[in-house]
């Protein structure tokens, strides 16, 4: 079921947030090409990265000779789809900017991919992920490390939800709408306001009512023992995301301590429940808890590393990973299209 079949992305983009949104327009069904420049000219993904090896094509294009712009802007009059990720301006001043290309494709959906947006006082400013979570709010609500500093991020959230996702839906929308009416469409997506979308119950709740949360002030970042993470006896960890009641006195009873479940949001108890959480937790390994308590509506889920995610039972029988293989460094396997209504 290839719902994006029959549609052609030009992508001008070598990483970040856009070439997260072309992979994913790539597993959705859609045909990707990538635009790149004379060999080092610019910086290029790694051979394992944005899913290489399954379907997208390249070519080169010296964009800033006449010949190669007119090669370029001859691509365009059959792409459904031009994706960019230069500094607001930059596309414009090559000669590939909307309007250049919608003057010999009307029909194309054209989106700019930058940290900040086109336009605005942060515009021109450079980035990369830390940054756009930085000013989305995302760190300031973060865990802390032992500096009182907000911890890093062990995943880059900006580029391949802020910013790749958000592209990606952003561009199907726009299909869509062209279906509808014959228009093409002018996306302009900043990775940052991205962010922002994720965060917005924080940043609505502080709206609405002035409360603003950090780190371990509310429920969802780690004031309550019901909704934490805890080290086992083989010194691996546990999540615990026992939001409900019924799944809080659930986890009580299985852990031997139901007299606790009826303080779940007493802010009083919370050091004398997650005390007792620790003390019982590790008595068992972290697999042995998992096996346990999984089944038994408790809401919690082993801690992974990136090496057992890959070699997860629930994943695998998912189809989560495929085969994939590279001219020089032969075959292996990568994450694989897991968005619901792509391709596997």
Same mark, same amino acid.
């Given at each position: 079921?290839?719902?994006?079949?029959?549609?052609?992305?030009?992508?001008?983009?070598?990483?970040?947030?856009?070439?997260r949104?072309? =992979?994913?327009?790539? /597993? @959705?069904?859609?045909?990707? %090409?990538?635009? @790149?420049?004379?060999?080092g000219?610019?910086i290029?993904? &790694?051979?394992f990265?944005?899913?290489?090896?399954r379907?997208?094509?390249?070519?080169?294009?010296?964009?800033?000779?006449?010949?190669?712009? #007119?090669?370029?802007?001859?691509?365009?009059e059959?792409?459904?789809?031009?994706?960019?990720?230069?500094? &607001?301006?930059?596309?414009?001043r090559?000669?590939?900017?909307? $309007?250049?290309?919608?003057?010999v494709? !009307?029909?194309v959906?054209?989106?700019?991919?930058?940290?900040?947006?086109?336009?605005?006082?942060?515009?021109?400013?450079?980035?990369?992920?830390?940054?756009?979570?930085?000013v989305?709010?995302?760190?300031?609500?973060?865990?802390?490390?032992?500096?009182?500093?907000p911890?890093i991020?062990?995943?880059?959230? =900006?580029?391949?939800?802020?910013?790749?996702?958000?592209?990606?839906?952003?561009?199907?929308?726009?299909? +869509?709408?062209?279906e509808?009416?014959?228009?093409? =469409?002018?996306?302009?997506?900043? %990775?940052?306001?991205?962010?922002?979308?994720?965060?917005?119950? +924080?940043?609505? $709740?502080?709206?609405? %009512?002035?409360?603003?949360?950090? &780190?371990? %002030?509310s429920?969802?970042?780690?004031?309550?023992a019901?909704?934490?993470?805890?080290?086992?006896?083989?010194?691996?960890?546990?999540?615990?995301?026992?939001? $409900? !009641?019924? +799944?809080?006195?659930?986890?009580c009873?299985a852990?031997? #301590?139901? $007299?606790?479940?009826?303080?779940?949001?007493?802010?009083?108890?919370?050091?004398?429940?997650?005390?007792?959480f #620790?003390?019982?937790?590790?008595?068992? =390994? #972290?697999?042995e808890?998992?096996?346990?308590?999984? &089944?038994?509506n408790?809401?919690?889920?082993?801690?992974?590393?990136?090496?057992?995610?890959?070699? /997860?039972?629930?994943?695998?029988?998912?189809?989560?990973?495929?085969?994939?293989?590279?001219?020089?460094?032969?075959?292996?396997?990568?994450?694989?299209?897991? @968005?619901?209504?792509?391709e596997?």
């Amino acid at each position: 079921m290839a719902l994006l079949g029959g549609v052609s992305v030009l992508d001008l983009s070598t990483v970040g947030p856009a070439s997260r949104c072309t =992979a994913a327009l790539r /597993d @959705l069904g859609a045909t990707v %090409t990538k635009v @790149l420049g004379p060999e080092g000219t610019q910086i290029e993904p &790694p051979f394992f990265a944005y899913g290489a090896g399954r379907g997208m094509t390249s070519v080169r294009i010296d964009l800033k000779s006449e010949a190669g712009l #007119r090669e370029f802007l001859e691509l365009c009059e059959t792409a459904d789809v031009v994706v960019e990720s230069y500094r &607001p301006g930059v596309a414009a001043r090559l000669g590939i900017g909307y $309007e250049a290309v919608r003057d010999v494709n !009307p029909l194309v959906v054209y989106a700019s991919s930058s940290g900040y947006g086109q336009d605005g006082p942060y515009a021109q400013w450079a980035g990369h992920d830390l940054n756009y979570l930085a000013v989305g709010g995302f760190l300031g609500a973060q865990g802390r490390r032992a500096d009182g500093g907000p911890a890093i991020p062990g995943a880059t959230i =900006a580029d391949g939800a802020g910013g790749g996702l958000h592209a990606s839906l952003s561009i199907c929308a726009a299909l +869509f709408h062209r279906e509808r009416t014959g228009r093409g =469409a002018y996306l302009d997506v900043s %990775t940052t306001e991205g962010v922002l979308h994720l965060m917005a119950l +924080f940043v609505d $709740e502080y709206l609405a %009512t002035g409360a603003e949360t950090g &780190p371990g %002030t509310s429920l969802l970042t780690g004031k309550y023992a019901c909704y934490d993470v805890y080290e086992c006896a083989d010194g691996k960890w546990l999540s615990v995301g026992a939001i $409900e !009641p019924a +799944f809080f006195a659930n986890l009580c009873r299985a852990l031997g #301590r139901a $007299e606790l479940a009826e303080h779940q949001m007493d802010d009083d108890r919370q050091d004398e429940i997650r005390a007792a959480f #620790r003390e019982v937790f590790m008595g068992k =390994a #972290r697999d042995e808890w998992v096996a346990e308590l999984a &089944p038994a509506n408790t809401c919690v889920a082993p801690v992974f590393s990136i090496a057992e995610v890959t070699r /997860d039972e629930h994943l695998a029988a998912r189809g989560a990973f495929v085969e994939t293989s590279h001219p020089e460094h032969g075959s292996f396997r990568q994450v694989g299209p897991v @968005l619901a209504g792509s391709e596997r």
